[in-house]
């Protein structure tokens, strides 16, 4: 079941599509939870093979970021896809994912150059800046060239038919289609819906880090989605009026580093709200920055 070298997951995938048999690949950063679960149970529906990957990828995470204290739980993580019936979690090291590139961790120099292990090992992956120089990429500069770079490595290891991403990371599922749009790669990318806690609250690998309080503080993403899909119900469809009222929930224990309003193919902004608009946020509490999305139909 468990797999960490690229030539042996390839090995079995080139079998599988002998036998005419489909494969789908769940990408993930590991630390698996009823969220990544809910793409399994997807992919296990809709694929003859599964794959699962557990990769904590650094080149996505900046130099003030959280890649040392990513929760990592690889044993819970195997046991957690056996049970669900997974055929192969490929669990690869650092080094089998990115040879000669002694760099280990972004240079400081700032921008778009965040990204890089090392400028003159590696080839990245470089999504249209239209769609990364805003929402989660103003604050992670560099953080959607690692994104992109290692899905295009995870797709040319396991040549999956069908790909499955969760709708919590909604920026990163626009920028995914586009990549997969624009290289021509014969995969199909599955979306799949937002899976909360009893309380609303999005699960997250980083929901770990909260406290009792911090929980409480968090359903707050959620109660201001909900409230502005309300607004929008009711006949509101000016967005600056919409997110004006996310300040009724928000107190002291949260920093609100974006609401924003796109249109949920292209993230291009909107100005009034309509069927089409995504609404997204991004706020920090307990010290742990959270997203979460909605959309208005």
Same mark, same amino acid.
């Given at each position: 079941?468990?797999?960490?070298?690229?030539?042996?997951?390839?090995?079995?995938?080139?079998?599988?599509?002998?036998?005419?048999?489909?494969?789908?690949?769940?990408?993930?950063?590991?630390?698996?939870?009823?969220?990544?679960?809910?793409? @399994?149970?997807?992919?296990?529906?809709?694929?003859?093979?599964?794959?699962?990957?557990?990769?904590?990828?650094? @080149?996505?995470?900046?130099?003030?970021?959280?890649?040392?204290?990513?929760?990592?739980?690889?044993?819970?993580?195997?046991?957690?896809?056996?049970?669900?019936?997974?055929?192969?979690?490929?669990?690869?090291?650092?080094?089998?994912?990115?040879?000669?590139?002694?760099?280990?961790?972004?240079?400081?120099?700032?921008?778009?150059?965040?990204?890089?292990?090392?400028?003159?090992?590696?080839?990245?992956?470089?999504?249209?800046?239209?769609?990364?120089?805003?929402?989660?990429?103003?604050?992670?500069?560099?953080?959607?060239?690692?994104?992109?770079?290692?899905?295009?490595?995870?797709?040319?290891?396991?040549?999956?038919?069908?790909?499955?991403?969760?709708?919590?990371?909604?920026?990163?599922?626009?920028?995914?289609?586009?990549?997969?749009?624009?290289?021509?790669?014969?995969?199909?990318?599955?979306?799949?819906?937002?899976?909360?806690?009893?309380?609303?609250?999005?699960?997250?690998?980083?929901?770990?880090?909260?406290?009792?309080?911090?929980?409480?503080?968090?359903?707050?993403?959620?109660? @201001?989605?909900?409230?502005?899909?309300?607004?929008?119900?009711?006949? @509101?469809?000016?967005?600056?009026?919409?997110?004006?009222?996310?300040?009724?929930?928000?107190?002291?224990?949260?920093?609100?580093?974006?609401?924003?309003?796109?249109?949920?193919?292209?993230?291009?902004?909107?100005?009034?709200?309509?069927?089409?608009?995504?609404?997204?946020?991004?706020?920090?509490?307990?010290?742990?920055?959270?997203?979460?999305?909605?959309?208005?139909?």
């Amino acid at each position: 079941m468990l797999k960490t070298k690229i030539a042996d997951i390839r090995k079995e995938v080139l079998q599988w599509k002998k036998e005419g048999l489909s494969v789908g690949l769940v990408p993930t950063m590991g630390a698996l939870h009823q969220g990544h679960l809910s793409l @399994i149970k997807q992919s296990l529906k809709k694929c003859d093979r599964t794959v699962v990957s557990v990769f904590v990828n650094p @080149i996505q995470f900046g130099p003030a970021e959280d890649l040392d204290k990513y929760p990592r739980t690889l044993e819970a993580d195997l046991e957690l896809c056996k049970n669900a019936g997974v055929d192969i979690v490929f669990a690869p090291s650092q080094n089998e994912m990115y040879e000669n590139t002694p760099h280990p961790n972004p240079p400081p120099q700032g921008g778009r150059e965040q990204s890089r292990l090392s400028n003159d090992f590696f080839t990245y992956v470089i999504p249209p800046f239209f769609y990364t120089d805003k929402l989660c990429g103003k604050s992670r500069p560099g953080h959607f060239d690692g994104v992109c770079t290692v899905v295009m490595k995870l797709f040319n290891i396991v040549q999956p038919d069908y790909a499955f991403f969760g709708q919590k990371d909604a920026q990163q599922l626009v920028i995914i289609r586009k990549m997969v749009q624009d290289l021509n790669i014969p995969i199909e990318i599955v979306s799949c819906p937002i899976v909360r806690d009893e309380n609303g609250l999005a699960l997250s690998s980083r929901n770990q880090y909260l406290s009792e309080e911090g929980r409480k503080q968090a359903l707050v993403l959620n109660k @201001i989605l909900t409230n502005i899909r309300a607004c929008y119900n009711k006949g @509101i469809q000016d967005v600056k009026a919409l997110g004006e009222t996310a300040f009724a929930f928000l107190n002291e224990h949260h920093e609100l580093e974006y609401l924003e309003f796109v249109d949920k193919n292209t993230l291009e902004n909107k100005t009034k709200a309509d069927d089409d608009t995504l609404v997204l946020i991004a706020v920090k509490t307990d010290n742990v920055r959270l997203i979460d999305n909605c959309f208005m139909k």
